[in-house]
């Protein structure tokens, strides 16, 4: 995304050998286990936010002597986690929307519930499959189908049947869950308080939630869900069924995010590590008994951290991650806090679950990068968009197509052009570059490159935030779609076609975007970069008057939710 010129790299990387490669991903978990990824601008207010969702209701319904209703509240607050990277504007059609999955899913839980052990373990398996259907036919983003499957897994523990009666009744749940997600959605929205939020441009729902649709990827991840989930609960059934829902949910949290290996692999070792911290987190904070008041604002202490550290080290957040729904399921069973059986229980679930989640990453390949059926169209028919690898020929169209969007982007911020447009395009030194096509017409493109300026400022920022050598850093580069294929997607699947290829080649993705391409900006933050630096280079200064105008540079860590 950048338009100062670049020097030539120094040829495509090889295809390394398979000790070499498992050596490198080895290298690559270890460390990602000691370092941080960088600090995310604006994540305090949505920290607070969630804080404030999972405490205010267990601390008021327990100074009111239902702390019993606030625990089953609690769960309702995982509704302000989901569209954190939206605008307040975006999230106030966005979270109602995710309030009523979760909603469904403690009601399915507590239907499943009432058939007993068998049905809801065929209810789990169905709702998994479903929850990660749903998240990923619709973009969902962020944290995946995990608290949809979790929600159905605690719903159904709390509200099951125990000597002919229910241990709670399946109104005062969902009750419970429509009165704490409400309560998120009030706190998601008030920023709009603000002049400033309620001006800001907007995404309609349907541009936040594409779709339905299935590109690749999203089939791959699909597949090893539903495998995560006919596993799980098959090896649950045999040792514990009513431990079902813990395996699965730590297995769709590992494979329900990315097609890629390197990241499903990583999520994994992550989930291991930091469940084990976190159960013995929780085994310290239930020694101290806290209730009523005091476990609502501890809970909402947890989810704080959680918020905080998530976008920055995976494991660290699975350390206050598990605490917090072991404290929820265990005082709102009324289970004993100080119980080391249930953190066992929960350490060996979560090990199993993150194997299952592993394998089965392993077993089912993800999409093929360099071209053939894999990169085909996102359905069938006329119409479908495909996403192949650039030809010479491609070049003198793709100018056209990036000249003629330029009046409603700025993108590329100079028209025209000092130098070019091929050059811009990285016509001759792209290490690979893709397009979107149309029924035949080129309507996208996409590129990657090695860093050609190895002591700029901005190259040393992703090197440090990635914790690797500037050799081992790509840029992403010209990622344009015409505005008249927008709505497809086109952005996104292009965007993860030159990351898969970066990290395919043992590299980690870097890019620069300009203030004046907030669609890009938006995109970027959607799909999990995070912002490292920011400036002001003497091209754009040179370009733009305004001063307040910059680029960020960003960067996208192989951890997340």
């Not at 001006?199 to 991840?221: I, Q």
């Not at 229980?345 to 990453?361: K, P, Q």
Request: glycine share 10%.
């Amino acid at each position: 995304m950048i338009e100062k010129e670049r020097a030539g790299h120094d040829g495509a990387p090889t295809r390394p050998t398979r000790p070499t490669r498992v050596r490198r991903e080895v290298a690559h978990v270890r460390s990602s286990l000691l370092t941080f990824g960088p600090p995310t601008r604006g994540r305090w207010p949505l920290a607070i936010q969630a804080a404030l969702a999972m405490a205010v209701p267990v601390v008021l319904l327990a100074a009111l002597g239902r702390a019993d209703l606030g625990l089953l509240a609690a769960t309702g607050a995982f509704t302000g986690l989901y569209g954190g990277r939206a605008t307040p504007r975006e999230r106030a059609v966005l979270v109602p929307v995710v309030a009523v999955a979760l909603l469904l899913s403690a009601a399915a839980g507590a239907v499943a519930a009432a058939g007993g052990t068998a049905v809801v373990l065929v209810g789990l398996l169905v709702w998994s499959v479903l929850a990660s259907a749903g998240t990923l036919a619709f973009s969902l983003g962020p944290p995946g189908p995990i608290f949809f499957v979790l929600v159905f897994g605690l719903s159904a523990g709390v509200t099951a049947v125990h000597d002919g009666a229910r241990v709670v009744e399946p109104a005062t749940l969902l009750a419970a869950v429509a009165g704490s997600s409400a309560f998120a959605y009030l706190l998601a929205v008030a920023p709009l308080l603000r002049r400033r939020h309620r001006r800001a441009p907007a995404r309609s729902l349907r541009e936040l939630l594409p779709g339905p649709r299935l590109d690749d990827g999203a089939r791959t991840v699909l597949l090893r869900a539903t495998a995560v989930a006919v596993v799980g609960v098959a090896a649950a059934a045999v040792v514990d069924p009513q431990r079902a829902y813990w395996v699965v949910t730590a297995g769709v949290a590992v494979v329900g995010v990315s097609a890629a290996r390197r990241v499903t692999v990583t999520r994994g070792v992550h989930r291991a590590v930091g469940t084990v911290a976190g159960a013995a987190l929780f085994l310290l904070l239930a020694q101290l008994g806290p209730s009523g008041v005091v476990l609502g604002l501890v809970l909402g202490a947890l989810q704080l951290a959680v918020e905080l550290v998530v976008v920055r080290h995976y494991a660290l957040a699975l350390t206050f991650i598990t605490p917090l729904v072991l404290l929820i399921a265990t005082a709102a069973t009324g289970g004993a806090l100080a119980s080391t059986d249930v953190a066992l229980e929960r350490v060996v679930d979560t090990l199993v679950g993150a194997a299952i989640g592993i394998a089965c990453a392993v077993l089912v390949a993800p999409p093929s990068r360099a071209g053939g059926p894999s990169e085909g169209p996102t359905g069938e028919g006329p119409g479908a968009p495909v996403i192949r690898r650039r030809r010479r020929d491609d070049v003198p169209v793709l100018a056209d197509v990036l000249l003629a969007q330029q009046p409603l982007t700025s993108y590329p911020v100079r028209n025209p052009l000092p130098f070019p447009v091929e050059e811009f395009l990285h016509a001759d030194d792209a290490v690979a570059a893709w397009v979107a096509e149309i029924d035949g017409r080129v309507v996208g493109h996409v590129c990657w490159t090695r860093p050609a300026d190895p002591g700029t400022a901005a190259v040393e920022a992703c090197a440090t935030a990635h914790g690797c050598p500037v050799s081992g850093l790509a840029w992403v580069s010209t990622l344009f779609v015409d505005p008249a294929a927008g709505g497809r997607g086109l952005g996104r699947r292009l965007l993860a076609t030159a990351v898969g290829g970066i990290r395919d080649a043992g590299l980690h993705p870097c890019l620069e975007v300009v203030d004046l391409n907030p669609v890009a900006g938006r995109l970027y933050r959607a799909t999990g970069w995070v912002e490292v630096l920011r400036t002001r280079p003497d091209w754009l200064a040179g370009a733009v008057d305004d001063p307040e105008v910059g680029e960020s540079i960003m960067v996208l860590p192989v951890t997340g939710r």
